[in-house]
T-cell receptor
Framework: KQEVTQIPAALSVPEGENLVLNCSFT??????LQWFRQDPGKGLTSLLL?????REQTSGRLNASLDKSSGRSTLYIAASQPGDSATYLC???????????????FGQGTILTVHP | GAVVSQHPSRVICKSGTSVKIECRSL??????MFWYRQFPKQSLMLMAT?????????EQGVEKDKFLINHASLTLSTLTVTSAHPEDSSFYIC???????????FGDGTRLSIL
């Protein structure tokens, strides 16, 4: 059974810092990995999607890497801003079909606070 | 970008009421939709997977007679919480997927409060 772990559980940094969020998964047979952002009381916003054949994806100040063989992904946020404060969730789609098609396994999330 | 609309955003009702939540993919056809439940300060718990025109697949421990799912078209899935009780109070979120190599898109969630 796939298990996804995120560390740290919470992170508080001053504005402007570069930071790294970590995600690990137990079964390397994944189809892809997604990073999401969740604001309080809201749904999830997809930030980056990395296919299993890819090593990294970039969008603006965000960069996500994937090392499938070691079961790890990192989300790098450059020059953090107060508006980046949210919960960041990592999720993997396992390489399975049938009734498991598209099913995401989520980590518990990292609560990020960026203070001015 | 792809948008998923979830309605209503908040429901407050009496115990015993049935509540229907709609999830629509606005600008793409969703081969599969998913329904999640989220407890405070916890991650998302998958309740069921919904495919257009077929019965939903429920996760272990989720009562299919309690949480009725209908996926009548490629853009609409509904979750009905039947005879809701206070323990059903939670945050319910849907997501929609077009193809496996595409991002999964989420609605804004429905806060259900049963008095």
């Amino acid at each position: 059974k796939q298990e996804v772990t995120q560390i740290p559980a919470a992170l508080s940094v001053p504005e402007g810092e570069n930071l790294v969020l970590n995600c690990s998964f137990t079964d390397s047979a994944i189809y892809n990995l997604q990073w999401f952002r969740q604001d309080p009381g809201k749904g999830l916003t997809s930030l980056l999607l990395i296919q299993s054949s890819q090593r990294e994806q970039t969008s603006g100040r965000l960069n996500a890497s994937l090392d499938k063989s070691s079961g790890r992904s990192t989300l790098y946020i450059a020059a953090s801003q107060p508006g980046d404060s949210a919960t960041y969730l990592c999720a993997v789609t396992s390489n399975a079909g049938g009734t498991s098609y598209g099913k995401l396994t989520f980590g518990q999330g990292t609560i990020l606070t960026v203070h001015p | 970008g792809a948008v998923v609309s979830q309605h209503p955003s908040r429901v407050i009702c009496k115990s015993g009421t049935s509540v229907k939540i709609e999830c629509r993919s606005l600008d793409f056809q969703a081969t599969t939709m998913f329904w999640y439940r989220q407890f405070p300060k916890q991650s998302l718990m998958l309740m069921a997977t919904s495919n257009e025109g077929s019965k939903a697949t429920y996760e272990q421990g989720v009562e299919k007679d309690k949480f009725l799912i209908n996926h009548a078209s490629l853009t609409l899935s509904t979750l009905t919480v039947t005879s809701a009780h206070p323990e059903d109070s939670s945050f319910y979120i849907c997501s929609a997927l077009s193809w496996l190599n595409q991002p999964q898109h989420f609605g804004d969630g429905t806060r259900l409060s049963i008095l």
